[in-house]
């Protein structure tokens, strides 16, 4: 596991536990799970976006906003990070 | 009135269609939790003001227009990535049926995909909102992805 999952992982699992309607339990879910496959629907996903813009100040750029970007727990630790870094720059 | 088919004018190749279904407690639910941020991710000043009655806001008017855009996508039937959803806008042509009109990243990938023209039919009764898109291709693209998008919203 990636050290940024691990920096991100509880926060963003209780994001997904409020918002992405899952219907299954967050906390049963692997990091690499994907989580359209989970059940996850497209209008969740931006529910979840919109969580996370609001859990960590970022804002996901119109060229992050693919099904890639929030397809599993890991894959979203990592655009967060990417994000927070950009943020931490400017 | 009986219209025999004419298989020779509009061969399957040459369309494709996307629809898509949500229910409108959703739209309600991402309204109160994320408010105008919300919207304006996802709807056009134009869709907001489609969308206004004196009670305020429809949300199941909110609903049929993403339902519009989810269907849309299914026909641009992108490789990878998608259009933001601000540049797939429902609009009301003078006879009051709606249209599609895309902008953006999304009138690229229409280009891509070759295809010519969008016809939009939405609805919603109760609990749900839906939208069907249909799309006539030229036949240089056609079928290429012609199966469109697969997702988890899919029936």
Same mark, same amino acid.
């Given at each position: ?6 920096? !991100? ?18 906390? @049963? &879910?692997?990091? !690499?799970?994907? $989580? ?13 976006? $919109?969580?996370?813009?609001? =859990? ?16 599993? *727990?890991?894959? *979203?630790? @990592?655009?967060?990070?990417?994000? @927070?870094?950009? %943020?931490?720059?400017? | ?11 399957? =190749? ?20 994320? %408010? =105008?941020? !919300?919207?304006?991710?996802?709807? #056009?000043?134009?869709? &907001?003001?489609?969308?206004? #009655?004196?009670?305020?806001?429809? +949300?199941? +008017? ?23 959803? @601000? ?5 009301? +042509?003078?006879?009051?049926?709606? #249209? ?13 995909? %070759?295809?010519?023209? $969008? ?19 030229? #036949? ?16």
């Amino acid at each position: 596991m990636h050290d940024t999952t691990d920096a !991100y992982e509880a926060r963003v699992r209780r994001v997904l536990a409020d918002h992405a309607r899952l219907p299954v339990d967050v906390s @049963t &879910l692997q990091v !690499y799970d994907d $989580l359209f496959q989970a059940g996850m629907t497209s209008h969740n996903s931006v529910n979840v976006m $919109l969580a996370l813009e609001e =859990e960590f100040d970022i804002e996901f750029p119109e060229e992050m906003l693919q099904k890639s970007t929030f397809e599993s *727990i890991e894959a *979203i630790c @990592t655009s967060i990070s990417t994000l @927070t870094m950009i %943020g931490d720059r400017t | 009135m009986r219209v025999a088919p004419r298989h020779d004018a509009l061969p399957a =190749e040459d369309c494709r269609v996307g629809i898509d279904m949500i229910a409108v407690h959703s739209i309600e639910e991402a309204r109160a939790a994320h %408010g =105008e941020r !919300y919207l304006r991710r996802i709807f #056009t000043e134009h869709e &907001l003001d489609s969308c206004r #009655t004196p009670q305020g806001l429809s +949300s199941a +008017s909110l609903a049929a227009r993403w339902a519009a855009k989810e269907a849309t996508i299914k026909v641009l039937a992108p490789a990878e990535g998608q259009p933001e959803w @601000t540049t797939m806008e429902v609009r009301r +042509s003078a006879s009051g049926a709606p #249209t599609m009109e895309l902008s953006g990243s999304a009138a690229v990938l229409a280009a891509e995909a %070759g295809i010519t023209s $969008l016809a939009l039919s939405m609805t919603h009764e109760g609990p749900f909102a839906a939208a069907v898109v249909f799309a006539l291709c030229t #036949t240089e693209h056609a079928g290429e992805r012609s199966h469109g998008r697969k997702d988890a919203t899919d029936a």
